[in-house]
Structures are given as structure tokens and as C-alpha cells.
């Protein structure tokens, strides 16, 4: 079998910053230690009776029912959010006492991400780092595809595969992945349409072949796969969509609702994080009083849109479209039960950012192209990494929407019409 290695062109040649960056990895942060790597470090700092100490004040084992390899012990982070095992000049002492090959995976790899889609190696960034969400949100062709060398990464070898597709040749969901995850990004991708048409699009696609298309379906779902997908590359159907979209109205601000609770959440469980104080921010900015936030909040968001400058708004969804071909990329559909269930989940992500953008752009007029691509970097990377890439968090959110009967269709124009 020949092995190819593929990123997007946007990710090609990602270095970090170091002590250029804006931010740092090693704050705020459930940095994981695998299992191979939790015992190098052991092993490497009984050797005296300090290192010991910070061992074991740094790093717990994972008490979860179900642990893997992966996830198998946390470096903890200490009162004031930054790495326990950072030295007094902000560096990390394990690199510097014992070598690149004693860091855990996360910490040698962060944020390269790294899946095996049946013969293809996909690399791909995260976006809780700052400069990936600048590289993904600029890309000029954001479905490019470059050649990498595994020479390039870190660790050139034995580094850690995220996720791996099953190779079960009765599997038909997992087979099948590359090809309908292709139509979704070249379908979000097209900017011929507008981007909630775009959106609208790719989340009745999912609700439609989810039908048939499923974990555990059988193999006569192939034919009803591609009339389905022709069926949603037809200008005439995507007109039709186009339409219900700009025409639907919710009556209620649900998706505002839905923010407003998210965020209400992340603001009770960790008041420091800087999604949480952008946020306690934005409402003391909008709102003179605590009475229906989501509702004065609405307002203010269709008033921000419907005011801002055509290039601003193209340079917004421009970046957000670029989000979101990350996330399609990235996280793979197939690890959920369905391809709608993944989709439900990515508008309401999507909306909260939308929201959080809007809102934050809309405290400042005229700002230039380099101010506000400043601030969707500064929002993106923070939404990713206290909420979107936080997946015991996603949790929550996923188990309160299933609670209000949410991840269902009747409810996806509301969070795409914002
Ligand atoms: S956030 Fe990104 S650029 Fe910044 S230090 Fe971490 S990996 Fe490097």
C-alpha cells in the first residue's frame, strides 16, 4: 500500500512562535500525559528528592472509568492557570532537564494533530493557538492540500495518531468518510452562496443521509449516498434553500438562549478564563440591566450586522468559513453516531463564536483589516481552547441540548440565523 501525507497548504510549514507568541500553550489547560511518557518522567525525576517532590505535586493520574494510553495522567496547572512544571523563566523544566523525547505527546506535538484515513496520513493545526487560527483564517485556498514529511514533525516517528479509520471492510460508514466529508468542505467552501446558505446546506445534507448513512448501516446505503449528494450539488435545489434560509424567522431568540446559557456556565465554572471575561465584558458593554439578556443581545448582534461595512462582514465570514473547514477536517464526523449529530453540534459552536465576533467588533468602529483580523484571532483562539476544544465541557452542552430535544433539525435554522 503506498502511504501519502497530506495539510492543508494553510498549515504547511506551521512554526511556533515561541516567545514571539501572543499567549502561551501552558495556560489554563488540561495538558494529558500518556502512559509511555508518564513513566519516562517518573523514572527520570526519582533520581532526587526535589524532582521527586514536583512529580508528584505536578502530575495525577487520571480518574476517569474509562482511561486510555492517550489520556492516562494530567500535568496540573497551577492557582494562576500556568504549568506546574514551568521553570522561574516561564520555561518548561522537563525539556530542559531531560530532552524533547521525555515530553508527553501533547506537549512535544501541540498544536499538530495527526489522523490516519486509511492509506493517507492527514496532518492538521489546532485553533486554540493563536498563530494556526491566523495561518486558517487568511488561507487563499483553504481546500489545498500540500505534501508533508513526517521528518517535519517533532517526533519523526512513533508520534501519536489522534484518530485512525477503521479498516473493517464491512464497515460502510468509516469507508465511505473521505468522500462525503470532501462534498461538505467543497460545499461550505463555495462562496458563491452566502454563508448561512452555505451553512443551512451542509446541515440539511447531514440531516438528510443520516438517515441511511449511520453508524452500523449497511452497505445499500451506496446508491442513495450519491443521488443525495448529486441532488445537493443542483443550483436549482441549493435556490430553494437559499430562500427558506434568508425567509426563516425564529420568534424567539434561541440561539441567543443557547449562547447566553453556554457561556453563563463557563462564566460560573471558570471566571478567569478569557472566553469568561470577554463575555462578563460584552455584557457590561450591551446590557444596562440583568433582565433578558439574550434578548438586548439579539438586537444588538442583527443592529452590528446589519451596520458593518460589506468588507468587514465578507472578512467575518470569510474567517469563519475557514473555522469551520478546520473543524470538518480535524475532528472527523464519523466519531459521532451520525453525520447530523456532528452538525447540530458544529452550529451551535459556530454560533457562539459568531456571536462572541460580532459583538466584540461591534464595540469599535472603523477598525482596519489588521485590527479586525486581530480580534476574531484573539476570539477564535480562546473560544477553541476554553470551550470548543474542551470536550468534557462540549459534553455538557451536548447532554443539556439533547435535554431540550435540540439536536434535532426542526432547530437548526435557529442557529444558523443567529
Ligand atoms: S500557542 Fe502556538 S505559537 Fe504560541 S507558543 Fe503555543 S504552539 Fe507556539
Not at 499567549?23 to 489554563?28: E, Q
Not at 523514572?43 to 480518574?63: C, Q, T, W
Not at 438517515?211 to 451506496?222: E, T
Not at 437559499?242 to 465554572?269: C, E, N, R, W
Request: aromatic share 12%; charged share 25%; proline share 3%.
Amino acid at each position: 500500500m503506498s502511504i501519502s501525507y497530506k495539510t492543508p497548504a494553510s498549515f504547511s510549514g506551521f512554526s511556533c512562535l515561541g516567545g514571539d507568541c501572543e499567549d502561551t500553550c501552558c495556560r489554563n489547560w488540561e495538558v494529558k500525559l500518556d502512559r509511555q511518557h508518564y513513566e519516562l518522567v517518573k523514572n527520570a525525576m526519582l533520581s532526587n528528592e526535589h524532582d521527586k517532590a514536583v512529580f508528584d505535586n505536578s502530575i495525577y493520574l487520571n480518574g476517569r472509568s474509562i482511561v486510555s494510553d492517550h489520556d492516562f495522567s494530567f500535568v496540573r496547572m497551577r492557582e494562576d492557570g500556568f504549568c506546574s512544571m514551568l521553570d522561574s523563566k516561564g520555561l518548561c523544566s522537563i525539556h530542559a532537564k531531560f530532552g524533547i523525547s521525555t515530553l508527553g505527546d501533547v506537549c512535544t506535538m501541540y498544536p499538530r494533530v495527526v489522523s490516519r484515513c486509511g492509506d493517507t496520513f492527514e496532518l492538521s493545526g489546532a485553533l486554540s493557538c493563536p498563530e494556526v487560527v491566523r495561518r486558517c483564517i487568511d488561507a487563499k485556498n483553504p481546500l489545498k492540500l500540500k505534501r508533508f514529511k513526517p521528518a517535519e514533525l517533532p517526533r519523526s516517528n512513533n508520534y501519536p495518531i489522534q484518530r485512525e479509520l477503521s479498516q473493517l471492510d464491512d464497515d460502510f460508514y468509516s469507508q465511505h468518510f473521505s468522500m462525503v466529508r470532501d462534498a461538505i468542505m467543497a460545499m461550505m467552501a463555495n462562496d458563491e452562496y452566502d454563508f448561512e446558505t452555505r451553512l443551512y446546506l451542509i446541515t440539511n445534507l447531514a440531516n438528510k443521509v443520516s438517515d441511511f448513512y449511520h453508524r452500523g448501516c449497511d452497505k445499500s446505503a451506496g446508491g442513495q449516498l450519491d443521488v443525495v449528494l448529486s441532488a445537493y450539488a443542483e443550483r436549482g435545489f441549493i435556490s430553494k434553500l437559499d430562500m427558506f434560509i434568508k425567509d426563516y424567522d425564529a420568534g424567539s431568540p434561541i440561539s441567543l438562549l443557547v449562547t447566553h446559557s453556554v457561556l453563563s456556565i463557563k462564566l460560573q465554572q471558570a471566571s478567569t478564563e478569557n472566553i469568561s471575561l470577554l463575555y462578563n465584558d460584552l455584557i457590561q458593554f450591551y446590557c444596562h440591566s440583568n433582565e433578558n439578556i439574550p434578548e438586548m443581545l439579539t438586537v444588538k448582534v442583527n443592529n452590528i450586522i446589519k451596520e458593518l461595512d460589506f468588507n468587514q462582514q465578507q472578512y467575518i465570514e470569510q474567517s469563519l468559513t475557514r473555522y469551520i473547514l478546520n473543524c470538518l477536517y480535524r475532528e472527523w464526523f464519523v466519531t459521532m453516531p451520525d453525520p447530523f449529530t456532528y452538525m447540530q453540534m458544529l452550529l451551535v459552536r459556530i454560533s457562539i463564536l459568531r456571536t462572541l465576533i460580532y459583538l466584540d467588533v461591534g464595540r469599535d468602529s472603523g477598525l482596519n483589516t489588521k485590527e479586525l483580523e486581530k480580534k476574531i484571532v484573539y476570539v477564535m483562539y480562546n473560544f477553541a481552547r476554553n470551550i470548543d476544544q474542551n470536550l468534557e465541557f462540549l459534553k455538557v452542552v451536548y447532554n443539556a441540548l439533547s435535554e431540550q430535544n435540540m439536536m434535532n433539525f426542526d432547530f437548526s435554522p435557529a442557529f444558523i440565523r443567529i
